[in-house]
């Protein structure tokens, strides 16, 4: 066998390695494309709930400001996903290396945050929603959303307040409605239950369990499900940077 069909062999090889990452690096990226999608589809979704979900995370500074950390972060990644697919597909050098730039920034910038959340956990404590509860609740006012979208939580999760019934203690809701110990919208749903009874303070009328206690526990599935796709996440962030690379670095 002659040196030019080894050489040839070895071109032959290294063409097909080259156009097996060029597909890998698209199919990457176009799961950073949906990814980006999502965040920037569930932003959008909390900024323009008609349900007034957005009131609840507004009086909640750090979860407000994490909306629009997820829309920054769906628009970027968004960008980042089109991009690299159009530089592996084009093999394109200098959109590759742009984009393994501004993808190694945001797995940085991501980890900080996932840092920062872990360092300021004590802001989504029952504590500090108790107490955003109490300076903010009015009862039974539909015209104020915080209010409605508080009343519309303990209906649909048969909960009362965010610890409990205790929570509307030295609240403006009982400055506003002082011969009721709780809401209307803690009592029992039933044709047989006296609402004058319930928000008087009798406990077998009212439900008694804290509205985060009930969150948690309907949401704990979707909570390791949500953990386990920021895990996926990071984890094509790294092989799209590495493919990138790799691309990048066969291409003549």
């Keep these: 066998m002659g040196q030019g069909e080894v050489s040839a062999g070895g071109l032959v090889m290294e063409g097909d390695c080259l156009g097996c990452m060029k597909y890998l690096m698209f199919i990457f990226n176009f799961f950073i494309f949906l990814g980006g999608s999502f965040l920037l589809g569930v932003g959008v979704w909390v900024l323009v709930d008609p349900m007034g979900f957005r009131e609840i995370v507004a009086a909640n500074p750090l979860l407000f400001t994490g909306v629009y950390v997820i829309l920054a972060m769906g628009g970027m990644l968004f960008l980042l996903g089109f991009l690299g697919c159009c530089g592996a597909i084009r093999e394109n050098k200098c959109l590759l ?14 980890l900080a945050a996932a840092v920062l959340a872990f360092l300021f956990r004590e802001h989504l404590t029952r504590e ?3 107490r955003d509860l109490k300076r903010h609740y009015q009862g039974n006012n539909n015209t104020d959303v915080f209010s409605s979208t508080w009343n519309a939580i303990m209906t649909t999760f048969d909960c009362c307040g965010v610890v409990g ?3 509307f203690e030295e609240s403006l809701f009982r400055l506003l409605n002082p011969a009721q110990l709780v809401p209307e ?12 009874q319930c928000v008087s303070g009798g406990p077998t009328f009212r439900h008694n369990k804290g509205c985060y206690s009930a969150m ?9 499900t949500a953990g386990a796709l920021s895990i996926v996440v990071l984890t094509v962030e790294l092989f799209a940077m590495g493919f990138a690379m790799c691309l990048f670095r ?3």
């Design 250 to 252: 066969g291409i003549q």
């Design 165 to 167: 019934p205790e929570d």
């Design 216 to 224: 948690v526990e309907h949401f704990e599935t979707y909570i390791y």
């Design 97 to 110: 290396l742009f984009f393994f730039m501004l993808i190694l920034f945001i797995f940085l910038a991501e």
């Design 185 to 196: 919208a803690c009592c029992h749903r039933s044709s047989y239950i006296s609402v004058e």
């Design 128 to 130: 500090y929603f108790s």
